[in-house]
């Protein structure tokens, strides 16, 4: 387990993401959570290029600020 993810969160791989026009669209459980453009998407690109698929979990919920607030739980 990775010692950033505790509770185990990213282990059903929540987040994924889809290179579009341009864009990067990072979504979680099927909901856009944020769009990259221009520099930021390159530099996630790069990023997630060299990234396993944990590392890739952890990198997306950093991104989209969910990741130390817990929201990846989703609703209740």
């Known amino acids: ?3 950033e993810d505790l509770r185990g969160a990213l282990d059903s791989n929540p987040y994924t993401w889809q ?5 990067v669209r990072i979504s979680w459980k099927g909901k856009i959570a944020t769009v990259l453009r221009k520099d930021r998407a390159q530099e996630f690109l790069e990023k997630i290029s060299i ?9 997306m919920a950093k991104i989209t600020g969910n990741f130390k607030r817990g929201n990846e739980r989703g609703p209740r």
Do not use: T, V
């Open 1 to 3: 387990m990775n010692p």
């Open 19 to 23: 290179e579009r026009k341009g864009e």
């Open 51 to 59: 990234a396993s698929e944990k590392e890739a979990q952890l990198i």
